[in-house]
């Protein structure tokens, strides 16, 4: 496993820091100038695109605090534990970034982007170093441990005997050069999106296979500090894949494709040379090419939920609306600035499992502005976001729909399954 740089600034901690005043140096060195320059900045540009800003207004749990206290801790002025429990009010969805004038005015330019999410994490993993736990994650994170896969929210039963049920009766084959890698959200609990998307591989002749034993990717231990863990289950996935002859991982969850093209290749380096193939986006060059050809229509009035770590943090936002433009019957009414306000769901960064009730209010704002629209209908391309959108949606009597379950509907594709309500 390849060590990450103590060097780079934007690094993570190494779970196997020194421990007291020295690790905690050590991250502040590394974090010191960028804490600088959002610190002398000063602007609301960051704060005001915040999903958590927006609904509690605590200016503690802003983009520039999160800066604010490096510097803070520089100075002898604040330690970890005064500092630590502010840094679970963050969704890891990147708008801060994108809004920030050091991205805005230099980054077309030096090609430079703020990185106030790995700070975040980063801060997070010293915690977990220092022995600061939050009880949710601490939780989430032993029971991931013992079960191999995140345990999911509710009483779906969560094991390695049952990561493969969600594919029952589609007789897919195990290992291949290809393989289908379904994040335990949608495996276990919201079963009826990889059985479309199983199946709409299958309408279009693509060769597709499953793991021999499929672990969780390690990103949302990673999020929450838990990095060891994250390493360690990554590792696994990493000889599964090689033992199998993978070449080229599928990954239909957004969460699970951050993980795979940036936390993979800082764990291994040259070692990881496997190719991740976002789902919509090979989705939307089958229809353009005429290897699906949706035609069923489907009578909604829809608006289309951009995930955060698709839109903000990847660029991918075309590919989602060129599928939507190719099912007849919708009508589709779009948000306003798409590349620059895309709006979260409050479901990341493990704040639905520390802080639910923060979660559910960051929903409710999304929602809002979809029935602002008069759609009954919002689509995203995200297990993690639709749950608690769907929650936030039965209130104002608008559907939450998975892109790929409503693309399988106008190929005339049965899919069953569990949408998880």
Known sequence: MTDISPHDTGSLPSPNGDGG????????????????????????FCREVCPVMQVTRNESWTPTAFHANVVAMEQGELQLTDIADDYVNCTGCGACELRCPNTLFTGDFYRFRTRTVDLVKAMRALAVDQGIHQPGWQRWNLLTDERSHEPVLGEVPVSQDHVRDWSQGLDIPVGGESIL???????????????AVAQILRRAGYEFGL????????????????????????RHNL????????KRVLVLDPHDYITFTEDYPKYFGEEYDIEIVLVVELFAEMIADGRLAPSVPIERTITYHDPCRLNKRKGIWQAPRQILSAIPGLTFHDVDRVTQWSYCSGGGGGLPIEKPELTARISESRV?????????????????????????????????????????????IEVGGRRGQ
């Open 21 to 44: 005043s020295g690790a905690t140096g050590e991250f502040v060195q590394q974090w010191r100038n960028a804490a600088y320059n959002c610190f002398s900045s000063g602007h609301k």
């Open 181 to 195: 890698f379904v994040d335990c959200e949608a495996a276990f609990y919201r079963t009826s999106v990889p059985r």
């Open 211 to 234: 793991m021999n034993e499929q672990w969780c990717c390690g990103g949302p231990a990673a999020e929450m500090g838990y990095l060891e863990q994250s390493q360690r289950f990554a």
């Open 239 to 246: 000889d599964d894949w090689r033992a199998g002859g993978v």
């Open 368 to 412: 809002d502005k979809a029935a602002q629209l008069g759609v009954d209908t919002l689509v995203s391309a995200c297990p993690w976001s639709e749950r608690p959108l769907s929650e936030a949606g039965d209130a104002k009597a608008i559907d939450v729909v998975d892109i790929h379950e409503l693309l399988a509907e106008s190929l005339g």
